[in-house]
């Protein structure tokens, strides 16, 4: 059924379009952030040596299939809410409202899993777990006149974290350091290269280097044969801002996933309250239209046929006056017509009948008259 127009309902839905407007943009918005976490197998699904380990990353990927499906849902809600606020169709109100409290409860769900369930948990389980990964399993690529990528998935995985944060070991690149209680115990830091400045055939070197070779810095993106450092020699022997990373990745891992964290509650926040203010309007709306629909008036019952002869009489008598005031005049005008079309048609009737009657009565009485005056004649 319709809904009534007044004015605040006009007002009210041209801000229920615009919010739903907002919610679509946010579902958006909120699905593709969700999709970016779920498929970044680089920066989020680092294998870490970390007690249940799988569990947190499976709640991890569980939150973001919800967090996805709950901002589709709302941008599918969204639409049917700009539709329902043009066409303005009470069953469209209630499927929209059960639509958004569904994606509302989703919502929260997926937060609660993708942020507490994960972030909190595999943080405090990576920043114990990381200092014994690289004291014990790091080895780090090799470097033998070219770059010899490690095989094993702890230096993989390491190397991949320095390249992806532009971070150096734990703390700092001093973690690579003998004098330091972090020092790794299998780090093969016996590098051999080719000196380019020295033009001669003894210019290959043999050093250890200070920092992993994972930790200097490159000019492309490619890790293995053909990769080229900014400078390799002066990286293992003297690292400094310009040809190594120095800084920690605890650090900065850690502002990492607090920010992909806090990016996804603020989507959440403002697409709760957008959602919710969305839903206040809906009920307006809905509330609007279950009381125009009960005010409706009944039906005018039928005019007795003898007041509409008499009201056309009541018309017929004064048709010279400009204005007159008659309750039924809009039955009477449609039912004037018929009603004289019908007297005309019995008066027609009526007046053949009595010319029948009088022209045989006339006939009748003739002889009558003719006798009496034969009668008059014979008697003078």
């Given at each position: 059924?319709?809904?009534?127009?007044?004015?605040?309902?006009?007002?009210?839905?041209?801000?229920?379009?615009?919010?739903?407007?907002?919610?679509?943009?946010f579902g958006?918005?909120?699905?593709?952030?969700?999709?970016?976490?779920l498929h970044?197998d680089?920066?989020?699904?680092i294998?870490?040596?970390?007690?249940?380990?799988?569990?947190?990353?499976?709640?991890?990927e569980?939150?973001?299939?919800?967090?996805?499906?709950?901002?589709?849902l709302?941008?599918?809600i969204?639409?049917?809410?700009?539709?329902?606020?043009?066409?303005k169709?009470?069953?469209?109100?209630?499927v929209?409202?059960?639509?958004?409290?569904?994606?509302?409860?989703?919502?929260?769900?997926?937060?609660?899993?993708?942020?507490s369930l994960?972030?909190?948990?595999?943080?405090?389980?990576?920043?114990?777990?990381?200092?014994?990964?690289?004291?014990?399993?790091?080895?780090?690529?090799?470097?033998t006149?070219?770059?010899?990528?490690?095989?094993?998935?702890?230096?993989?995985?390491?190397?991949q974290?320095?390249?992806?944060?532009?971070c150096?070991g734990?703390?700092?690149?001093k973690d690579?350091?003998?004098?330091?209680?972090k020092?790794?115990?299998?780090?093969?830091?016996?590098?051999?290269?080719?000196?380019s400045?020295?033009?001669?055939?003894?210019?290959?070197?043999?050093?250890?280097?200070?920092?992993?070779?994972?930790?200097?810095?490159?000019?492309?993106?490619?890790?293995?044969?053909n990769?080229?450092?900014?400078n390799?020699l002066?990286?293992?022997?003297?690292p400094?801002?310009?040809?190594?990373?120095?800084?920690?990745?605890?650090?900065?891992?850690?502002?990492?996933?607090?920010?992909?964290?806090?990016?996804?509650?603020i989507?959440?926040?403002?697409e709760?309250?957008?959602?919710l203010?969305?839903?206040?309007?809906a009920?307006f709306?809905?509330y609007?239209?279950r009381?125009?629909?009960?005010?409706?008036?009944?039906?005018?019952s039928?005019?007795?046929?003898?007041?509409?002869r008499k009201?056309?009489?009541?018309?017929?008598?004064?048709?010279?006056?400009?204005?007159?005031?008659?309750?039924?005049?809009?039955?009477?005008?449609?039912?004037?017509?018929?009603?004289?079309d019908?007297?005309?048609?019995?008066?027609k009737?009526?007046?053949?009948?009595?010319k029948?009657k009088?022209?045989?009565?006339?006939?009748?009485?003739?002889?009558k008259?003719?006798?009496?005056?034969?009668?008059?004649?014979f008697?003078?």
């Open positions: 059924m319709k809904l009534c127009k007044g004015d605040s309902e006009k007002i009210t839905s041209g801000i229920f379009i615009i919010l739903n407007v907002l919610i679509c943009i958006i918005l909120l699905t593709t952030f969700s999709l970016i976490i970044d680089d920066d989020f699904k294998e870490i040596q970390c007690d249940n380990a799988k569990e947190h990353h499976d709640n991890l569980i939150g973001c299939l919800v967090l996805t499906a709950a901002g589709t709302f941008f599918m969204s639409i049917l809410g700009v539709v329902t606020a043009i066409i169709y009470k069953f469209y109100l209630l929209y409202v059960i639509g958004v409290i569904i994606a509302i409860i989703l919502l929260i769900i997926g937060i609660v899993l993708s942020h994960f972030y909190k948990k595999i943080t405090n389980c990576m920043n114990k777990k990381l200092v014994v990964g690289i004291q014990d399993d790091f080895i780090g690529s090799a470097y006149y070219k770059l010899l990528p490690a095989t094993d998935d702890v230096s993989l995985n390491w190397e974290i320095f390249r992806n944060f532009g150096c734990l703390d700092s690149y690579f350091q003998k004098d330091n209680y020092w790794s115990n299998k780090w093969n830091n016996d590098y051999r290269l080719i000196n400045s020295v033009n001669s055939t003894n210019n290959k070197i043999q050093l250890y280097g200070k920092i992993p070779i994972g930790c200097c810095k490159v000019k492309n993106d490619v890790w293995g044969h990769t080229t450092f900014v390799v002066d990286c293992l022997t003297n400094n801002s310009d040809n190594a990373h120095l800084n920690g990745c605890q650090e900065d891992m850690e502002k990492y996933r607090k920010k992909e964290s806090l990016i996804l509650i989507f959440s926040i403002f709760i309250f957008i959602a203010a969305a839903l206040f309007c009920f709306l809905f609007k239209a009381t125009s629909t009960s005010k409706v008036s009944p039906a005018p039928p005019i007795p046929s003898a007041t509409v009201s056309s009489k009541i018309l017929v008598q004064n048709e010279t006056t400009e204005t007159y005031t008659n309750p039924v005049k809009m039955d009477t005008e449609r039912e004037e017509p018929v009603e004289d019908k007297e005309k048609k019995k008066r009737k009526d007046k053949k009948k009595k029948k009088k022209k045989k009565k006339s006939e009748e009485e003739l002889p008259i003719r006798g009496s005056n034969n009668t008059e004649q008697d003078a």
